[in-house]
Protein backbone atom coordinates (compact mmCIF):
# COMPACT_ATOMS: atom_id res chain seq x y z
CA UNK A 1 0.00 0.00 0.00
CA UNK A 2 1.15 3.74 -0.92
CA UNK A 3 1.48 6.82 0.87
CA UNK A 4 -1.64 7.90 -1.34
CA UNK A 5 -3.85 5.29 -0.47
CA UNK A 6 -3.18 5.09 2.95
CA UNK A 7 -3.88 8.86 3.22
CA UNK A 8 -6.96 8.32 1.66
CA UNK A 9 -8.16 5.46 3.69
CA UNK A 10 -7.84 7.84 6.96
CA UNK A 11 -10.61 9.57 5.89
CA UNK A 12 -13.97 7.17 5.01
CA UNK A 13 -15.51 7.68 1.30
CA UNK A 14 -18.73 8.73 3.00
CA UNK A 15 -17.44 11.40 5.57
CA UNK A 16 -15.58 12.94 2.40
CA UNK A 17 -18.70 12.65 -0.39
CA UNK A 18 -20.89 14.11 2.50
CA UNK A 19 -18.94 17.55 3.36
CA UNK A 20 -18.27 17.90 -0.09
CA UNK A 21 -22.45 17.65 -0.28
CA UNK A 22 -23.00 19.91 2.26
CA UNK A 23 -20.24 22.66 1.61
CA UNK A 24 -21.49 22.55 -2.29
CA UNK A 25 -25.04 22.52 -1.13
CA UNK A 26 -24.58 25.38 0.53
CA UNK A 27 -23.02 27.90 -2.65
CA UNK A 28 -25.73 27.74 -5.06
CA UNK A 29 -29.42 27.92 -2.86
CA UNK A 30 -27.85 30.54 -0.70
CA UNK A 31 -26.51 32.68 -3.55
CA UNK A 32 -30.08 32.14 -5.27
CA UNK A 33 -32.11 32.81 -2.38
CA UNK A 34 -30.20 36.45 -1.67
CA UNK A 35 -30.60 37.09 -5.01
CA UNK A 36 -34.36 36.86 -5.04
CA UNK A 37 -34.18 38.68 -2.08
CA UNK A 38 -33.31 41.79 -3.54
CA UNK A 39 -35.53 41.67 -5.95
CA UNK A 40 -38.96 40.46 -4.82
CA UNK A 41 -41.64 41.16 -2.47
CA UNK A 42 -42.55 37.61 -0.78
CA UNK A 43 -40.53 34.55 0.91
CA UNK A 44 -42.88 32.13 -0.61
CA UNK A 45 -41.07 32.80 -3.80
CA UNK A 46 -37.93 32.21 -2.47
CA UNK A 47 -38.89 28.85 -0.90
CA UNK A 48 -40.22 27.71 -4.20
CA UNK A 49 -36.83 29.13 -6.46
CA UNK A 50 -35.36 27.54 -3.60
CA UNK A 51 -36.74 24.34 -3.74
CA UNK A 52 -36.60 24.07 -7.21
CA UNK A 53 -32.96 24.83 -7.45
CA UNK A 54 -31.66 22.17 -4.57
CA UNK A 55 -33.90 19.34 -6.65
CA UNK A 56 -32.13 20.38 -9.99
CA UNK A 57 -29.06 21.06 -8.89
CA UNK A 58 -29.04 17.08 -6.86
CA UNK A 59 -30.08 15.36 -9.80
CA UNK A 60 -27.65 17.33 -12.31
CA UNK A 61 -24.91 16.82 -9.12
CA UNK A 62 -25.87 13.04 -8.24
CA UNK A 63 -26.42 11.57 -11.13
CA UNK A 64 -24.45 13.38 -13.46
CA UNK A 65 -21.91 12.40 -11.11
CA UNK A 66 -22.91 8.71 -11.53
CA UNK A 67 -23.41 9.16 -15.26
CA UNK A 68 -19.86 10.47 -15.66
CA UNK A 69 -18.13 7.50 -13.13
CA UNK A 70 -20.08 4.66 -15.83
CA UNK A 71 -18.13 7.15 -18.67
CA UNK A 72 -15.01 6.37 -16.76
CA UNK A 73 -15.36 2.43 -16.47
CA UNK A 74 -16.13 2.37 -20.31
CA UNK A 75 -13.09 4.24 -21.06
CA UNK A 76 -11.16 2.30 -19.20
CA UNK A 77 -12.24 -0.91 -20.28
CA UNK A 78 -12.12 0.70 -23.92
CA UNK A 79 -8.49 1.34 -22.98
CA UNK A 80 -7.64 -1.93 -21.91
CA UNK A 81 -8.54 -3.91 -24.78
CA UNK A 82 -6.67 -1.73 -27.01
CA UNK A 83 -3.56 -2.15 -25.06
CA UNK A 84 -4.17 -5.83 -24.68
CA UNK A 85 -4.59 -5.15 -28.79
CA UNK A 86 -1.49 -3.52 -29.39
CA UNK A 87 0.44 -5.47 -26.97
CA UNK A 88 -0.43 -8.39 -29.00
CA UNK A 89 -0.32 -6.56 -33.13
CA UNK A 90 2.72 -4.18 -32.09
CA UNK A 91 4.66 -5.90 -29.27
CA UNK A 92 8.08 -4.55 -30.23
CA UNK A 93 6.31 -0.44 -30.41
CA UNK A 94 5.15 -0.98 -26.98
CA UNK A 95 8.17 -2.32 -25.58
CA UNK A 96 9.96 0.54 -27.12
CA UNK A 97 7.32 2.87 -25.40
CA UNK A 98 8.40 1.33 -22.28
CA UNK A 99 11.71 1.79 -22.66
CA UNK A 100 11.34 5.58 -23.28
CA UNK A 101 9.27 6.16 -19.94
CA UNK A 102 12.62 4.45 -18.22
CA UNK A 103 15.05 6.38 -20.38
CA UNK A 104 13.48 9.37 -19.03
CA UNK A 105 14.36 9.05 -15.59
CA UNK A 106 17.76 8.29 -16.43
CA UNK A 107 17.86 4.38 -16.05
CA UNK A 108 20.82 2.42 -17.99
CA UNK A 109 19.23 1.03 -21.71
CA UNK A 110 20.94 -2.68 -19.53
CA UNK A 111 17.60 -1.42 -17.38
CA UNK A 112 15.40 -1.02 -19.81
CA UNK A 113 15.99 -4.26 -22.00
CA UNK A 114 15.57 -5.92 -18.16
CA UNK A 115 12.53 -4.54 -17.45
CA UNK A 116 10.77 -4.82 -21.24
CA UNK A 117 11.98 -8.33 -20.91
CA UNK A 118 10.54 -9.39 -17.34
CA UNK A 119 6.97 -7.67 -18.24
CA UNK A 120 6.67 -8.86 -21.07
CA UNK A 121 6.65 -12.44 -20.14
CA UNK A 122 2.93 -11.87 -18.75
CA UNK A 123 0.61 -9.98 -21.34
CA UNK A 124 -1.60 -9.36 -17.85
CA UNK A 125 0.96 -7.48 -16.21
CA UNK A 126 2.69 -5.96 -19.26
CA UNK A 127 -0.86 -4.62 -20.08
CA UNK A 128 -1.53 -3.38 -16.23
CA UNK A 129 2.02 -2.09 -16.83
CA UNK A 130 1.12 0.19 -19.39
CA UNK A 131 -2.44 1.19 -17.74
CA UNK A 132 -0.74 2.76 -14.92
CA UNK A 133 2.42 4.04 -15.74
CA UNK A 134 1.85 4.84 -19.75
CA UNK A 135 -1.88 5.93 -19.82
CA UNK A 136 -1.97 6.94 -16.01
CA UNK A 137 -5.48 4.86 -15.54
CA UNK A 138 -6.77 3.12 -12.40
CA UNK A 139 -9.67 0.79 -12.90
CA UNK A 140 -12.78 2.97 -11.14
CA UNK A 141 -15.61 1.39 -9.37
CA UNK A 142 -18.86 1.49 -10.58
CA UNK A 143 -20.29 0.88 -6.93
CA UNK A 144 -18.37 3.90 -5.59
CA UNK A 145 -19.45 5.97 -8.21
CA UNK A 146 -23.13 4.91 -7.43
CA UNK A 147 -22.44 5.31 -3.91
CA UNK A 148 -20.63 8.69 -4.00
CA UNK A 149 -23.69 9.98 -6.48
CA UNK A 150 -26.61 9.40 -4.01
CA UNK A 151 -24.18 10.72 -0.65
CA UNK A 152 -23.28 13.41 -2.90
CA UNK A 153 -26.19 14.50 -4.06
CA UNK A 154 -28.37 13.61 -1.26
CA UNK A 155 -26.08 15.96 1.15
CA UNK A 156 -26.37 18.62 -1.40
CA UNK A 157 -30.12 18.38 -0.69
CA UNK A 158 -29.56 19.06 3.28
CA UNK A 159 -26.77 21.64 2.85
CA UNK A 160 -29.55 23.51 0.53
CA UNK A 161 -32.15 24.04 3.10
CA UNK A 162 -29.94 25.67 5.54
CA UNK A 163 -29.77 29.01 3.60
CA UNK A 164 -33.38 28.68 3.21
CA UNK A 165 -34.49 28.26 6.64
CA UNK A 166 -33.90 31.93 7.55
CA UNK A 167 -36.92 32.59 5.00
CA UNK A 168 -39.09 29.58 6.77
CA UNK A 169 -39.19 31.70 10.07
CA UNK A 170 -39.29 35.31 8.42
CA UNK A 171 -42.14 37.57 6.92
CA UNK A 172 -39.53 39.79 4.48
CA UNK A 173 -36.87 38.56 2.39
CA UNK A 174 -34.55 41.33 3.76
CA UNK A 175 -34.99 39.68 7.21
CA UNK A 176 -35.04 36.15 5.96
CA UNK A 177 -31.89 36.76 4.33
CA UNK A 178 -30.49 38.46 7.27
CA UNK A 179 -31.12 34.64 8.76
CA UNK A 180 -30.21 32.64 6.12
CA UNK A 181 -26.27 34.74 5.70
CA UNK A 182 -25.56 34.32 9.28
CA UNK A 183 -26.49 30.63 8.95
CA UNK A 184 -24.95 30.02 5.71
CA UNK A 185 -21.84 31.92 6.64
CA UNK A 186 -21.22 29.57 10.05
CA UNK A 187 -21.94 26.59 7.96
CA UNK A 188 -19.97 27.57 4.96
CA UNK A 189 -16.96 27.86 7.44
CA UNK A 190 -17.81 25.02 9.29
CA UNK A 191 -18.21 22.59 6.14
CA UNK A 192 -15.54 24.21 4.38
CA UNK A 193 -12.89 23.24 7.19
CA UNK A 194 -13.98 19.82 6.97
CA UNK A 195 -14.00 19.60 3.63
CA UNK A 196 -10.53 20.53 3.06
CA UNK A 197 -9.27 18.08 5.91
CA UNK A 198 -11.14 15.38 3.87
CA UNK A 199 -9.04 16.48 1.14
CA UNK A 200 -6.04 16.80 2.28
CA UNK A 201 -6.14 20.47 2.51
CA UNK A 202 -4.98 22.71 5.24
CA UNK A 203 -8.17 23.23 6.78
CA UNK A 204 -8.70 26.84 7.90
CA UNK A 205 -7.33 28.51 4.42
CA UNK A 206 -9.68 26.09 2.77
CA UNK A 207 -12.79 26.76 4.79
CA UNK A 208 -11.68 30.05 4.43
CA UNK A 209 -11.82 29.51 0.38
CA UNK A 210 -15.49 28.26 0.66
CA UNK A 211 -16.72 30.92 2.63
CA UNK A 212 -15.12 33.38 -0.25
CA UNK A 213 -17.37 31.54 -3.05
CA UNK A 214 -20.04 31.47 -1.22
CA UNK A 215 -20.18 35.34 -0.46
CA UNK A 216 -18.80 36.62 -3.80
CA UNK A 217 -21.38 34.37 -5.42
CA UNK A 218 -24.20 35.63 -3.30
CA UNK A 219 -23.20 39.27 -3.56
CA UNK A 220 -23.31 38.95 -6.97
CA UNK A 221 -26.41 37.30 -7.35
CA UNK A 222 -27.81 39.93 -4.76
CA UNK A 223 -26.60 42.78 -6.72
CA UNK A 224 -27.65 41.46 -10.50
CA UNK A 225 -30.72 41.05 -9.08
CA UNK A 226 -31.69 43.92 -7.52
CA UNK A 227 -29.99 46.15 -10.16
CA UNK A 228 -32.38 44.01 -12.86
CA UNK A 229 -35.46 44.95 -10.50
CA UNK A 230 -34.72 48.28 -10.32
CA UNK A 231 -34.11 48.93 -14.30
CA UNK A 232 -37.08 47.21 -15.37
CA UNK B 1 4.79 11.45 -26.00
CA UNK B 2 2.76 9.18 -24.71
CA UNK B 3 -1.04 8.04 -26.51
CA UNK B 4 -3.17 9.87 -23.70
CA UNK B 5 -1.13 13.40 -24.28
CA UNK B 6 -1.76 12.68 -27.87
CA UNK B 7 -5.20 12.51 -27.65
CA UNK B 8 -5.34 15.37 -24.77
CA UNK B 9 -3.64 17.56 -27.43
CA UNK B 10 -6.04 16.57 -30.40
CA UNK B 11 -8.63 18.97 -28.31
CA UNK B 12 -7.79 22.04 -28.06
CA UNK B 13 -8.19 23.08 -23.83
CA UNK B 14 -10.05 26.15 -24.98
CA UNK B 15 -12.61 24.40 -26.95
CA UNK B 16 -12.80 21.37 -24.12
CA UNK B 17 -13.45 24.04 -21.13
CA UNK B 18 -16.10 26.07 -23.45
CA UNK B 19 -18.45 22.87 -24.26
CA UNK B 20 -18.27 21.76 -20.79
CA UNK B 21 -19.57 24.91 -19.33
CA UNK B 22 -21.90 25.73 -22.01
CA UNK B 23 -23.94 21.78 -21.60
CA UNK B 24 -23.46 22.25 -17.87
CA UNK B 25 -24.85 25.58 -18.07
CA UNK B 26 -27.92 25.10 -19.94
CA UNK B 27 -28.87 22.06 -17.03
CA UNK B 28 -29.46 23.63 -13.80
CA UNK B 29 -30.71 27.00 -15.11
CA UNK B 30 -33.50 25.17 -17.32
CA UNK B 31 -34.45 23.03 -14.37
CA UNK B 32 -35.06 26.10 -12.31
CA UNK B 33 -36.60 27.86 -15.20
CA UNK B 34 -38.81 25.02 -15.86
CA UNK B 35 -39.96 24.47 -11.97
CA UNK B 36 -40.80 28.30 -11.29
CA UNK B 37 -42.53 28.17 -14.56
CA UNK B 38 -45.46 25.29 -12.67
CA UNK B 39 -45.47 27.56 -9.51
CA UNK B 40 -45.19 31.59 -10.51
CA UNK B 41 -47.63 34.11 -12.59
CA UNK B 42 -45.05 36.01 -14.38
CA UNK B 43 -42.14 35.34 -16.86
CA UNK B 44 -39.94 38.47 -14.85
CA UNK B 45 -39.62 36.09 -11.33
CA UNK B 46 -38.53 33.52 -13.70
CA UNK B 47 -36.02 35.93 -15.75
CA UNK B 48 -34.96 36.88 -12.17
CA UNK B 49 -34.34 34.04 -10.42
CA UNK B 50 -32.81 32.60 -13.63
CA UNK B 51 -30.13 35.37 -14.30
CA UNK B 52 -29.83 34.91 -10.28
CA UNK B 53 -28.89 31.10 -10.68
CA UNK B 54 -26.42 32.28 -13.46
CA UNK B 55 -24.76 34.68 -11.83
CA UNK B 56 -24.12 32.47 -8.18
CA UNK B 57 -23.53 29.04 -11.03
CA UNK B 58 -20.93 30.76 -12.99
CA UNK B 59 -18.94 32.56 -9.85
CA UNK B 60 -19.17 28.93 -7.85
CA UNK B 61 -18.12 26.98 -10.96
CA UNK B 62 -15.61 29.54 -12.33
CA UNK B 63 -14.07 30.69 -9.01
CA UNK B 64 -14.53 27.58 -6.76
CA UNK B 65 -12.83 25.79 -10.03
CA UNK B 66 -9.84 28.23 -9.98
CA UNK B 67 -9.36 27.67 -5.76
CA UNK B 68 -9.09 24.08 -6.35
CA UNK B 69 -6.70 24.07 -8.75
CA UNK B 70 -4.42 26.73 -6.69
CA UNK B 71 -4.97 23.73 -3.66
CA UNK B 72 -3.47 21.50 -6.03
CA UNK B 73 -0.46 23.01 -6.66
CA UNK B 74 0.10 23.52 -2.93
CA UNK B 75 -0.77 19.76 -2.49
CA UNK B 76 1.76 18.84 -5.25
CA UNK B 77 4.53 21.49 -3.76
CA UNK B 78 4.12 19.94 -0.27
CA UNK B 79 3.83 15.87 -1.32
CA UNK B 80 7.00 17.11 -3.01
CA UNK B 81 8.69 18.58 -0.14
CA UNK B 82 7.62 15.80 1.74
CA UNK B 83 9.26 12.81 -0.53
CA UNK B 84 12.92 15.10 -0.83
CA UNK B 85 13.28 15.28 2.78
CA UNK B 86 12.31 11.59 2.76
CA UNK B 87 14.49 10.26 0.07
CA UNK B 88 16.93 12.70 2.55
CA UNK B 89 15.85 10.62 6.11
CA UNK B 90 14.71 7.31 5.33
CA UNK B 91 16.16 6.70 1.61
CA UNK B 92 16.24 2.21 2.63
CA UNK B 93 12.40 2.90 2.96
CA UNK B 94 12.09 4.97 0.18
CA UNK B 95 13.68 2.45 -1.95
CA UNK B 96 11.76 -0.52 -0.78
CA UNK B 97 9.05 0.99 -1.96
CA UNK B 98 10.27 1.55 -5.73
CA UNK B 99 11.06 -2.59 -4.90
CA UNK B 100 7.42 -2.98 -3.69
CA UNK B 101 5.91 -1.18 -6.94
CA UNK B 102 8.07 -3.59 -9.25
CA UNK B 103 7.36 -6.84 -7.95
CA UNK B 104 3.81 -5.98 -7.42
CA UNK B 105 4.28 -6.26 -11.70
CA UNK B 106 6.24 -9.97 -11.32
CA UNK B 107 10.22 -8.47 -11.91
CA UNK B 108 12.63 -10.43 -10.14
CA UNK B 109 14.36 -9.11 -7.53
CA UNK B 110 17.64 -8.39 -9.32
CA UNK B 111 15.64 -5.93 -11.80
CA UNK B 112 14.29 -4.18 -8.60
CA UNK B 113 17.41 -3.70 -7.08
CA UNK B 114 19.32 -2.88 -10.40
CA UNK B 115 16.05 -0.29 -11.11
CA UNK B 116 16.50 1.63 -7.74
CA UNK B 117 20.09 2.17 -7.73
CA UNK B 118 20.58 3.46 -10.84
CA UNK B 119 17.51 5.57 -9.69
CA UNK B 120 18.47 6.86 -7.21
CA UNK B 121 22.07 8.35 -8.47
CA UNK B 122 20.37 11.44 -9.27
CA UNK B 123 17.49 13.01 -6.42
CA UNK B 124 15.48 15.00 -8.57
CA UNK B 125 14.99 11.70 -10.85
CA UNK B 126 14.56 9.65 -8.06
CA UNK B 127 11.49 12.18 -6.42
CA UNK B 128 10.16 12.84 -9.86
CA UNK B 129 9.75 8.96 -10.09
CA UNK B 130 8.09 8.75 -6.53
CA UNK B 131 5.52 11.72 -7.20
CA UNK B 132 4.26 10.18 -10.45
CA UNK B 133 4.73 6.50 -10.10
CA UNK B 134 4.06 5.97 -5.96
CA UNK B 135 2.23 8.87 -5.77
CA UNK B 136 0.40 9.19 -9.02
CA UNK B 137 0.87 12.95 -9.43
CA UNK B 138 1.76 15.41 -11.78
CA UNK B 139 2.76 19.11 -11.70
CA UNK B 140 -0.71 21.26 -12.28
CA UNK B 141 -0.65 24.13 -14.20
CA UNK B 142 -1.30 27.53 -12.50
CA UNK B 143 -1.88 29.08 -15.65
CA UNK B 144 -4.01 26.41 -17.34
CA UNK B 145 -6.77 26.21 -13.76
CA UNK B 146 -6.80 30.20 -14.49
CA UNK B 147 -7.50 29.72 -18.18
CA UNK B 148 -9.96 26.98 -17.67
CA UNK B 149 -12.09 28.82 -15.02
CA UNK B 150 -12.65 32.02 -16.75
CA UNK B 151 -13.89 29.70 -19.83
CA UNK B 152 -16.26 27.32 -18.00
CA UNK B 153 -17.55 30.37 -16.27
CA UNK B 154 -17.84 32.32 -19.41
CA UNK B 155 -19.79 29.31 -21.41
CA UNK B 156 -21.80 28.76 -18.25
CA UNK B 157 -23.39 32.00 -18.47
CA UNK B 158 -23.56 31.80 -22.62
CA UNK B 159 -25.89 28.22 -21.87
CA UNK B 160 -27.85 29.56 -18.88
CA UNK B 161 -29.15 32.39 -21.31
CA UNK B 162 -30.70 29.60 -23.66
CA UNK B 163 -33.21 28.56 -21.40
CA UNK B 164 -34.19 31.77 -20.52
CA UNK B 165 -35.14 32.81 -24.06
CA UNK B 166 -37.95 31.49 -24.11
CA UNK B 167 -39.27 33.39 -21.65
CA UNK B 168 -38.21 36.61 -23.45
CA UNK B 169 -40.44 36.79 -25.86
CA UNK B 170 -43.46 35.26 -24.56
CA UNK B 171 -46.05 36.36 -22.02
CA UNK B 172 -46.90 33.48 -19.60
CA UNK B 173 -44.31 30.70 -17.83
CA UNK B 174 -46.37 27.52 -19.81
CA UNK B 175 -45.58 29.42 -22.84
CA UNK B 176 -41.84 30.36 -21.89
CA UNK B 177 -41.32 26.72 -20.43
CA UNK B 178 -42.76 25.40 -24.10
CA UNK B 179 -40.44 27.21 -26.01
CA UNK B 180 -37.28 27.01 -23.44
CA UNK B 181 -37.97 23.38 -23.70
CA UNK B 182 -37.39 23.14 -27.46
CA UNK B 183 -34.33 25.44 -27.72
CA UNK B 184 -32.75 24.34 -24.37
CA UNK B 185 -33.54 20.05 -25.30
CA UNK B 186 -31.60 20.83 -28.49
CA UNK B 187 -28.56 22.58 -27.45
CA UNK B 188 -28.32 19.80 -24.97
CA UNK B 189 -28.13 17.51 -27.74
CA UNK B 190 -25.43 19.49 -29.38
CA UNK B 191 -23.71 20.46 -26.35
CA UNK B 192 -23.83 16.63 -25.29
CA UNK B 193 -22.13 15.78 -28.66
CA UNK B 194 -19.08 18.20 -28.28
CA UNK B 195 -18.76 17.57 -24.97
CA UNK B 196 -18.14 13.98 -25.14
CA UNK B 197 -16.33 14.48 -28.36
CA UNK B 198 -14.16 16.71 -26.27
CA UNK B 199 -13.42 14.74 -23.74
CA UNK B 200 -12.87 10.97 -25.74
CA UNK B 201 -16.58 9.66 -25.20
CA UNK B 202 -18.70 7.96 -27.58
CA UNK B 203 -20.54 10.95 -28.68
CA UNK B 204 -24.35 10.11 -29.40
CA UNK B 205 -23.92 7.83 -26.35
CA UNK B 206 -22.50 10.92 -24.45
CA UNK B 207 -25.43 13.61 -25.94
CA UNK B 208 -28.07 11.29 -24.28
CA UNK B 209 -26.61 11.00 -21.30
CA UNK B 210 -26.15 14.79 -21.42
CA UNK B 211 -29.94 15.02 -22.21
CA UNK B 212 -30.91 12.85 -19.35
CA UNK B 213 -29.82 14.76 -16.74
CA UNK B 214 -30.81 18.18 -17.96
CA UNK B 215 -34.58 16.48 -18.53
CA UNK B 216 -35.03 14.68 -15.36
CA UNK B 217 -33.44 17.51 -13.13
CA UNK B 218 -35.90 19.99 -15.27
CA UNK B 219 -39.13 17.19 -14.99
CA UNK B 220 -38.40 16.84 -11.21
CA UNK B 221 -37.85 20.80 -10.17
CA UNK B 222 -41.14 21.33 -12.38
CA UNK B 223 -43.30 18.79 -10.04
CA UNK B 224 -42.01 19.60 -7.05
CA UNK B 225 -42.53 23.48 -7.70
CA UNK B 226 -46.09 22.66 -8.43
CA UNK B 227 -46.78 20.28 -5.91
CA UNK B 228 -45.57 22.79 -3.29
CA UNK B 229 -47.44 25.60 -4.92
CA UNK B 230 -50.90 23.40 -4.65
CA UNK B 231 -50.40 22.41 -1.21
CA UNK B 232 -49.63 26.29 -0.34
Redesign the interface.
Given at each position: M???QEQHLRNSDFITDTVIGLS?GL??PF??A???SG??ASN??I???G???I???S??MG??GY?AGK?EI??YDSELKREYDEVEAVPEKEKE?IREI?AG????VD?QK??VE??A??KD?WV??MMK????L?RPSLNRARNSALTIGGAYVVGGFVPLLGYFFTDLPMQGLMVSSVLTIICLFVFGYFKSRAT???PIQ?AF?VL???V???A??FL??RF??SA?
Open positions: NKHDTVALAGLAVGILTAIAEVAGIALGLTEHEFYGLSSQIELKDQDFFELGEGQPGKIVGIAAAAVALNV
